[in-house]
């Protein structure tokens, strides 16, 4: 991505809300509801019909470059990129659920409708401005509130191969905390919206995707695209969101073609609001093995360790893939420059570019929906319980053992981690480390700078032949090593 400043201090600000706050966020956002709800005992056959009927749509929204509050924000290089950014409001009625069954550990959750309430949010969506460049597939990113406020975290990270593979991405305002923010930040723009709370966040994201593709209000926010298939992505508390989206209402829709779970923790937010069951990092809540469509789950080293995602592990199946990638944290220095952290008293950021493996995992995810075949198996990390707290394990010099490792990680200058740097605050456990190696340690493991580089292609050669980086990434991946000397 060109423009990594323009979401600095917005990513910084999400980040240090999802340490302070914790799962105490997600409960107070999920219980959020208004008095305009009304009980419902409709069946889950209406509840279908209506519940999964499109949103309204107005708009655009002028000027068209309004769409400012939003990490992740609209940015010339996107025009420069040759796409183009509009905003619509999007209204109607939705639904919120209750389980009828155990909302088990297996995903295998069952659902019916609770209340109904009316809704008016936003989208935000970005296309190319030559529509031949389209390749027929929608990002619809669940955009994360944890900071406050809307952060379309997954957009920065895969903004490179958004753009030059010619995907449409749509940002969906789902939750009571983003649409809150817009109101106070600009209410002439946006005093008329308004949401029932977060237990109807799901209908609201599924009407939303709907409206894209079977929308029977004028005029179509994708025009004159034709969609072929819509990806749902989501990282962090979004990510939580989407896992209980696919284990609880994709199988009464089936809207998505596939999922990108980005960073998710091992728990999954209860179907009627609230904590989720054992805390946000203590649950173990998979993906439903039924799903039938593609799920990739990207996993950092930090996920892995503090969010306790490794006890929500499960074994890849025809529709499930898990990427474990070493030596990536939560956040990192791509979103987050080191300065903005040591102001805040943090040591260290990784500085690792695993954003280069998320792009491949956006690559290798829409390649799925379109042919059937799924991306590469990944090795896993390797974690052990530590103290009843699963943790990542190093090779001893601060190197994690197994995982995807790209060529910065199997030929490193650095101990790039997901580990927290010590004696910093609470909220530096998202950022990770990168510990530098001595000019000797170097010398001692290379020899020379001309047998460092050489080692570190063919790295690169391997991982992009192994489907763990793209051929178009090469270059920038090269220049990361380039820029080291000793």
């Given amino acids: 991505m060109k423009g990594v400043g323009r979401t600095v201090s917005a990513a910084l600000a999400l980040a240090v809300a999802l340490v302070v706050s914790g799962a105490a966020s997600v409960a107070a956002s999920s219980a959020t509801s208004s008095s305009t709800t009304t009980s419902s005992a409709t069946t889950t056959q209406r509840l279908v019909r209506e519940g999964g009927q499109p949103a309204r749509l107005s708009g655009p929204v002028e000027p068209a470059d309004g769409a400012s509050l939003i990490a992740g924000a609209w940015d010339p290089s996107l025009k420069a990129d040759g796409y183009q950014q509009r905003e619509y409001f999007t209204s109607g009625t939705a639904y919120s659920y209750r389980a009828t069954g155990p909302e088990n550990d297996a995903g295998t959750w069952k659902v019916t409708p ?30 994360n509130v944890t900071g406050g406020g809307d952060g379309a975290v997954d957009s920065i990270y ?97 809207v998505f073609d596939g999922f990108l779970v980005h960073s998710r923790a091992g728990g999954a937010v209860p179907i009627a609001g609230g904590a989720p069951s054992g805390g946000t990092f203590g649950g173990a809540v998979r993906i439903r093995t039924d799903i039938g469509v ?32 070493a030596g990536a944290s939560h956040a990192d220095s791509y979103i987050v420059a080191p300065s903005e952290l040591g102001s805040l008293g943090c040591s260290s950021v990784d ?7 998320f792009e491949a995992a956006l690559s290798a995810v829409n390649d799925w929906m379109r042919t059937g075949t799924p991306p590469p198996p990944a090795p896993r990390m390797d974690v052990a319980e530590v103290n009843g707290t699963p943790t990542v394990q190093d090779d001893g010099s601060g190197t994690a053992i197994g995982g995807i490792q790209g060529p910065w990680e199997r030929v490193p200058v650095a101990a790039y981690s997901g580990k927290a740097p010590a004696g910093g605050p609470g909220f530096c456990l998202l950022f990770g480390t990168t510990h530098p190696f001595t000019l000797a340690q170097l010398r001692a493991m290379y020899g020379s700078r001309a047998r460092y580089l ?28 380039d820029q080291v000397r000793f």
């Fill in 351 to 357: 500085e690792a570019p695993s954003h280069f493996v």
């Fill in 454 to 481: 050489e080692a570190y292609a063919k790295a690169t050669d391997r991982d992009i032949k192994a489907g763990y980086l793209l051929p178009a990434d090469k270059t920038l991946a090269l220049d990361f090593a």
């Fill in 114 to 143: 609770a209340a109904s309430g009316p809704y008016r949010t936003r989208i935000v969506v970005r296309t190319p401005a030559d529509a031949s460049r389209f390749n027929g597939t929608v990002v619809v990113e669940w955009l």
């Fill in 158 to 254: 895969l903004s490179p191969e958004l753009e030059r593979a010619g995907f449409a991405w749509v940002g969906v305002s789902a939750q009571a905390v983003g649409i809150d923010q817009l109101r106070q930040k600009d209410p002439a723009r946006y005093g008329s919206l308004s949401d029932p709370g977060d237990q109807f966040s799901y209908d609201i994201y599924t009407q939303a995707a709907r409206a894209l593709i079977v929308g029977d209000s004028s005029p179509s926010p994708l025009a004159p695209l034709h969609p072929k298939r819509l990806l749902a992505v989501g990282e962090s508390q979004s990510a939580l969101y989407l896992t209980t989206y696919v284990d609880a209402v994709q199988p009464l829709y089936r």
């Fill in 294 to 325: 593609p799920v990739l789950t990207m996993i950092t080293e930090t996920d892995e360790s503090f969010g306790q995602y490794y006890r929500a592990r499960q074994p890849d199946t025809r529709s499930i893939r898990l990427w474990d990638v």
